[in-house]
């Protein structure tokens, strides 16, 4: 269900962030929604970042 799907993206995210403090990095996290590349583009542009690093779930997607 989407609710799951939804607690499990929040606590994957809360996961890397708290890897990334133990290490002394200062990390946020968010969904976002859109075409993946265009939406990464425009964070990236707003926020100003260093760094930006983008996981995936370990689905599949089947090539065109």
Do not use: C, M, N, W
């Amino acid at each position: 269900s989407t609710s799951s799907s939804s607690t499990r993206s929040k606590a994957y995210r809360s996961g890397g962030r708290a890897a990334a403090g133990t290490a002394g990095i200062a990390a946020s996290g968010e969904v976002l929604e859109g075409s993946p590349a265009d939406e990464i583009v425009r964070r990236a542009r707003e926020g100003g970042f260093d760094l930006i690093i983008a996981i995936t779930h370990g689905r599949q997607v089947e090539p065109a």
